[in-house]
């Protein structure tokens, strides 16, 4: 595992709000998962970066409950009402033209699911080494 990948999961950890992006690509192609950071300003930029590539995206948080789900780049479905004001208030001017998307934090799932696994295998190897040490 790379440090950019170390990184960047640092970064999300950091915002302590993370959940999974899916996004379904209007070419047909196969789905793409994310670990992402969903406060508001990155998930806009996460939708926004995606707004005309992208035919449905769903995010949830870290336990697979829905955040938001997307139609052709819009919202759809956002339970949370005051959270989509929130994330409107930053998407919709990506949306018209009036800025860029910025910098999301984002890692491939593949890359998330192996940061997770090296960190298991971490924790693992301590305690084994705490029950050895003990004996």
């Given at each position: 595992m790379d440090q950019?990948?170390?990184?960047?999961?640092?970064?999300?950890?950091?915002?302590?709000?993370?959940?999974?992006?899916?996004?379904?690509?209007?070419?047909g192609s196969a789905r793409e998962e994310y670990l992402i950071a969903t406060t508001p300003e990155n998930m806009a930029n996460f939708v926004g970066s995606r707004f005309l590539s992208a035919q449905k995206m769903v995010i949830t948080d870290i336990a697979d409950r829905l955040i938001?789900?997307?139609?052709?780049?819009?919202?759809?479905?956002?339970?949370?009402?005051?959270?989509?004001?929130?994330?409107?208030?930053?998407?919709?001017?990506?949306?018209?033209g009036e800025k860029e998307a910025g910098d999301i934090l984002q890692l491939d799932r593949k890359q998330a699911d192996a940061y997770f696994a090296a960190e298991d295998r971490a924790v693992a190897m301590a305690e084994y080494g705490m029950e050895c040490g003990m004996g």
């Open positions: 950019k990948t170390i990184d960047m999961m640092g970064k999300i950890m950091d915002t302590e709000r993370m959940g999974y992006a899916y996004v379904y690509p209007s070419d938001l789900d997307t139609c052709g780049g819009f919202i759809d479905t956002c339970p949370d009402q005051k959270l989509c004001m929130e994330i409107n208030s930053h998407l919709v001017p990506i949306q018209l």
